[in-house]
């Protein structure tokens, strides 16, 4: 691994926990839309992710705030909704030794996400990590596309003046973040929190990813 100079993290549910983007999305909007249609919150909550599974989150509408705003013709805007939970936002325990432990070693540190420009910016701003980053892109904001393509993973190399081979990611998702990186040639991990997935590039915690990285090198 010695080739290897740069290490991307995934955000959502990678670095940072669940809890705030649930509670703009199954908590906030279903709120505001339970409100308008004078229904309850239960039932407004499964209209409301019945659309989401509509369009599906190998779409850009899906990670939308804006659209989904315009949709449910809500009277909130992106940025106010974010302020409500931004309570929310954490990290999980074992992300900041893990990320100064591969910073100290010398290692560029970036992050890659599907998330929009305002939930990423929010998240590393509230988390106070930004530091620990040389590069944090918003796959959707920045590039236009989901992490469903190689597309994505190439453009950040380009940009970071490295192959493919140059990088390893690990990220929550298995599709985007294990399968699709892997097609380009990344070394990819794929971060299984629930313990129920084995394999030699899974791992279950940041901490567990940062041992295998140490001890491949």
Not at 89 to 115: C, D, H, M, W, Y
Request: aromatic share 12%; glycine share 6%.
């Amino acid at each position: 691994m010695n080739t290897r100079r740069i290490i991307s993290f995934d955000l959502d549910g990678t670095i940072t926990d669940a809890a705030f983007v649930d509670a703009v999305w199954l908590e906030g909007i279903p709120r505001i839309y339970a409100l308008k249609k004078g229904i309850s919150f239960e039932n407004a909550r499964a209209d409301v992710k019945r659309q989401y599974d509509k369009v599906g989150r190998e779409r850009l509408d899906w990670y939308d705030l804006r659209y989904w705003i315009k949709k449910f013709e809500l009277d909130v805007s992106p940025k106010e909704l974010l302020n409500r939970y931004v309570n929310r936002i954490r990290t999980f325990p074992e992300v900041l030794a893990t990320l100064k432990k591969t910073q100290e070693k010398g290692l560029a540190q970036i992050i890659i996400s599907n998330a929009r420009r305002e939930f990423v910016d929010l998240e590393i701003e509230r988390t106070n990590i930004g530091h620990y980053f040389e590069s944090i892109f918003s796959s959707t904001s920045d590039f236009g596309l989901v992490k469903k393509s190689v597309k994505v993973f190439r453009r950040v190399c380009s940009i970071c003046g490295i192959q493919p081979q140059e990088m390893v990611h690990v990220g929550d998702d298995r599709v985007f973040d294990y399968e699709v990186p892997r097609k380009l040639g990344i070394c990819a991990f794929y971060l299984d929190r629930s313990d129920r997935c084995e394999g030699e590039n899974f791992v279950h915690s940041l901490e567990e990813f940062s041992e295998k990285l140490t001890s491949s090198r």
